[in-house]
C-alpha cells in the first residue's frame, strides 16, 4: 500500500504547467490577491484623502483665513449698561384669567459708540421687546430654559434694533409673571 501512496503524491512536471493545475493555483490565487490589494488601496487612498481634507477644512485648520483681530476700541472698551424703562405686558393667555409679565432689565454694550445707539434705539427696542413678550405664555418663561430662551430672543431682537450696534447682553433685573 505504501507503494501506491508515493506515486499520488509525486506531481507531475507537465500538469503543473497547465492553467487548471492544482500546482499553478496557489502563485495565480497570491498573483491575484496581491493586484486586488493594490488596486483596493489604489482606489481607497484618494477618498482617504478626500475625507481627511473635508474634516481638516470644516474643523478650519486647513484653508481658512486667520482670524480676523478685533477692533482695539472695541476689544478694550470697558461694559456699559443702559436701563431700559420698565415693561408691563399681557401674556398670550386665557381671556378670563389674564396673565402679565412685569420687566426690568439692562442691555450691555461696549464702547460709548454703542452706548449712544442703543440710547437712540430705545423707542424701538421697548417696541421689539412688548411685542414679543405679548406672544408669550407663562409656560414659557417657567424654570432657567424659559429665562436663558426669553435672554437670547431679547438679545437677538436689542441686535436688531440697535443695528449697526452690537449689544452684548440683555440683564435681567426684575421679572415677575403674575
Not at 502563485?27 to 478626500?50: F, H, Q, Y
Not at 476700541?73 to 443702559?82: E, L, N, S, T
Not at 440710547?119 to 436663558?148: N, V
Amino acid at each position: 500500500m505504501s507503494k501506491k501512496a508515493k506515486p499520488a503524491a509525486k506531481a507531475d512536471p507537465a500538469a503543473a504547467k497547465q492553467p487548471g493545475a492544482e500546482g499553478a493555483a496557489p502563485s495565480e490565487d497570491g498573483a491575484a490577491k496581491g493586484n486586488s490589494r493594490r488596486k483596493l488601496i489604489l482606489m481607497a487612498a484618494p477618498a482617504v484623502l478626500v475625507v481627511a481634507g473635508a474634516g481638516l477644512w470644516l474643523s478650519g485648520l486647513f484653508g481658512s483665513k486667520p482670524a480676523a483681530k478685533p477692533d482695539a476700541a472695541g476689544a478694550q472698551a470697558a461694559p456699559a449698561y443702559v436701563d431700559l424703562p420698565e415693561m408691563v405686558a399681557n401674556l398670550d393667555s386665557d381671556p378670563r384669567r389674564p396673565r402679565y409679565v412685569k420687566l426690568r432689565a439692562r442691555v450691555e454694550v461696549r464702547g460709548a459708540e454703542n452706548e449712544r445707539a442703543v440710547r437712540a434705539a430705545m423707542p424701538r427696542l421697548q417696541d421689539l421687546f412688548q411685542t414679543y413678550l405679548r406672544d408669550m405664555r407663562a409656560e414659557d418663561l417657567r424654570g432657567s430654559m424659559g429665562t436663558y430662551r426669553l435672554r437670547e430672543e431679547l438679545i437677538a431682537r436689542a441686535d436688531v434694533a440697535a443695528a449697526p450696534a452690537h449689544v452684548a447682553d440683555v440683564l435681567f433685573v426684575e421679572m415677575l409673571v403674575q
